[in-house]
């Protein structure tokens, strides 16, 4: 009886440090610093905090994501449910801060622009045309897709 007593303390002490140590990794790369975030948009943030993390710890960069309406931006730009959403390079110190919207019940959409080529074998030539993807993200997409246009021009290498 002792022993089994014994072996379920141990896994549960072990299952306790995993989770802090979980915990520790995840507020390491990303810190949401605003509980009362407008909306739904804190508690889809948290339990989105593991993914993003992932992604930070991969690139080296670490996000910090502020309520916008009490650290308004330096541009005075209107911050009304909106995130200040700021990814700081941990090699260089670069950081780029943006705006995000935090409505959590909107669609956001995207458009993008790319070119593609044709090849025509008959005649050995290649015709670009302009590709056009519209897409519909939901509140957690609009942030990845921000955070991943931060991280990209954070991480940047600069040519002189």
Same mark, same amino acid.
Do not use: W
């Given at each position: ?12 002490? $072990?299952?306790?440090?995993? &989770? ?6 995840? /507020?390491?790369?990303? *810190?949401?610093? @605003?509980?009362? =975030? ?42 009304? $449910?909106?995130?200040?959403? &700021? ?6 110190? /670069?950081?780029?801060? *943006?705006?995000? @919207?935090?409505? =959590? ?56």
């Amino acid at each position: 009886m002792k022993i089994q007593r014994l072996i379920n303390s141990i896994q549960s002490n $072990n299952v306790k440090r995993k &989770i802090l140590q979980n915990e520790e990794r995840i /507020n390491r790369y990303v *810190k949401i610093h @605003d509980v009362t =975030t407008p909306g739904d948009s804190f508690n889809q943030m948290y339990t989105a905090r593991s993914v993003i993390a992932n992604y930070a710890e991969k690139k080296g960069v670490s996000i910090n994501i502020y309520d916008a309406g009490k650290c308004p931006p330096p541009d005075n730009t209107p911050a009304d $449910n909106k995130l200040n959403v &700021i990814v700081t390079d941990l090699l260089t110190g /670069n950081a780029k801060a *943006k705006l995000v @919207d935090a409505d =959590t019940g909107r669609v956001y959409t995207k458009v993008a622009e790319k070119p593609i080529i044709i090849p025509i074998l008959s005649d050995c030539t290649d015709i670009v045309r302009q590709s056009i993807r519209n897409t519909e993200d939901t509140f957690l997409r609009n942030l990845y897709r921000n955070i991943e246009e931060l991280t990209k021009e954070v991480t940047a290498k600069q040519t002189k």
